[in-house]
């Protein structure tokens, strides 16, 4: 140990060497084969980590090879260029150094995560509920399924994830769906997730279909011309009507018109009215209702 302090005091050696020699058990007495062997456990972890191995254990055992003669260093040197550290390395007295081969363990096999909400709203009158996704930590193809609940109203990809209503929701029909996800990996691995998912109710304006009527001129005043047609009131009922030509036409409560003049062909022969209808959320809608008068031809013969 002298001597090699002597050589760290002189500067000829560094910490690390000097730290080095103390480890590898360095003996004033073998001063000599002492520095060969520490020349050569050097060049030997040099050629170590150079081929690619790390494991400290390989290593241990690998110096424990190492003498002061340089044909141990050229067998160990050899046994490390062509990969052979996870076999028996005999030093150059043939004295066996068994070297463990490292267990790799096999990628864990985890279920799949699903990481799309478990709880979601979605406009009613939309066929499009939501797309499913998840991660899985073994980087296969995920597959999805729906079940339980109102899984019976949906159709799903099952490689997507994409999830469709088959009928569109109508909030005024079923304000809720609950259903159940299952996410499985290419491992057969599964995750069940619960989901509920509420419906948004849209306002919506009434539905009318354009009305088209004939009439004789000169019939008398209130004479029916016929009743609007509505489709759908939208979310509440309809509440009121109106008439863009409020002069010579009238329409109910029911939507009922009637004329509120007497009509002649020579003065107009077409009437274009927008009909409005109001429910009673306030929502409104136009149509054009088309009145068409009858020229009706009088006996003009002159008198005698």
Known sequence: MLYWLAELNNGRINKDRFILAMINGALDSEISNDNLILENKNEVAL???????????????IMEGITDDKDTVHYIEG????????????N???????????????????????TSSATISVNENNITALTLTATDVNGGAITYAL?????????????????????????????????????????????TQSVTMSINNLAEVPTLVN????????????????????????????????LSDSTNFEINAS?????????????????SLEVNATNTAGDSANKTVTININNIKFNETPLR
């Not at 150059?92 to 699903?114: H, L, N």
């Open 79 to 90: 046994r490390i260029n062509n990969k052979y550290i996870p076999l028996n390395v005999w």
């Open 255 to 271: 939507g009922y018109i009637k004329t509120k003049t007497a009509l002649d062909y020579e003065t107009n022969t077409t009437y």
């Open 147 to 191: 079940s339980a609940g109102d899984s019976v109203s949906f159709d799903v990809n099952s490689s997507t994830g994409v999830v469709s209503f088959k009928i569109a929701p109508d909030y005024e029909t079923k304000t809720s769906y609950t259903f159940t996800v299952t996410a499985t990996d290419n491992t057969s691995r599964t995750t």
């Open 47 to 61: 050629y170590f980590v150079n081929a690619g191995f790390d494991n400290v254990d390989d290593a241990k055992l």
């Open 92 to 114: 150059i007295y043939k004295t066996p150094i068994v070297v463990t081969p490292r267990y790799i363990p096999p990628p864990a096999q985890i279920a799949p995560v699903i």
């Open 211 to 242: 009305f088209t009527s004939s009439i004789d001129e000169n019939v008398s005043i209130g004479t029916a011309l016929g009743n609007i047609t509505i489709t759908n009131s939208g979310d509440t009922n309809i509440t009121a009507f109106s």
